[in-house]
């Protein structure tokens, strides 16, 4: 039990265009679901924690505009990275919780993004 | 501020030799704390977990882990490491109560033959 999905698993698109990039869990209801960012070789930054029916809430010096967080549903969360540019090319993780299973989160496989 | 420290950036064991990766955390009474493994083109798997209780805990895949409060370290360890334990691995710690988690900067493990 409690697997997360993401979709895609890498993508590549032109500067100046928008991509989504969908997270979901399979097996259970995720009211939260929360984004991260990892760059190579480096740790997992959080970028957004996403409320199913509530607006998403930013860490700070995460741009909201570029990054559009949708939680519609409570198996789905989108990330929609728009107007991208080289720079947000990375590596982007979600996550989320059960909660019968307690604290820990269970994670995506994770989505490569690359800007050209 | 809350802060999750793993000192090795690369560790190179080899093949049927333990293994000891730190981790060091600062500020909170009693952390909830996880190790993490990343492998290449996989998802972060949970390892092992520490919230309370006993300090010496037991995970997957052979591994422990101890928490020490004197010394505000949550080391993880494995007796005997298998090639197939070569990936990267993030210590963590609970922020919130949503699940909102803090990593360090991981640690890197290469196993030799």
């Known amino acids: 039990g409690a697997v997360v999905s993401q979709h895609p698993s890498w993508v590549i698109c032109k500067s100046g265009t928008s991509v989504k990039i969908e997270c979901r869990s399979l097996d259970f209801q995720a009211t939260t679901m929360f984004w991260y960012r990892q760059f190579p070789k480096q740790s997992l930054m959080l970028m957004a924690t996403?409320?199913?029916?509530?607006?998403?809430?930013?860490e700070q010096g995460v741009e909201k505009d570029k990054f559009l967080i949708n939680h519609a549903s409570l198996t789905l969360s989108t990330l929609t990275v728009t107007s991208a540019h080289p720079e947000d090319s990375s590596f982007y993780i979600c996550s989320s919780n059960p909660w019968v299973t307690g604290y820990e989160q269970y994670f995506g496989p994770g989505t490569r993004l690359t800007v050209t | 501020a809350q802060s999750v420290t793993q000192p090795d950036i690369h560790i190179t064991v080899s093949e049927g030799a333990s293994l000891e990766l730190r981790c060091n955390y600062s500020?909170?009474?009693?952390?909830?704390l996880f190790w993490y493994v990343q492998s290449p083109g996989q998802g972060l798997q949970l390892l092992l977990k520490y919230f309370s209780g006993d300090t010496l805990v037991q995970g997957i895949k052979g591994f422990e882990a101890e928490f020490k409060r004197s010394q505000s370290s949550f080391n993880l360890r494995k007796p005997s490491v298998h090639w197939s334990d070569a990936a990267e691995y993030f210590c963590?710690?609970?922020?919130?109560?949503?699940?909102?988690?803090?990593f360090g900067a991981g640690t890197q493990v290469v196993v030799t033959p």
């Open positions: 500020y909170g009474a009693t952390p909830y």
């Open positions: 996403s409320n199913e029916g509530s607006k998403a809430t930013y």
């Open positions: 963590s710690r609970l922020t919130d109560s949503w699940g909102k988690l803090q």
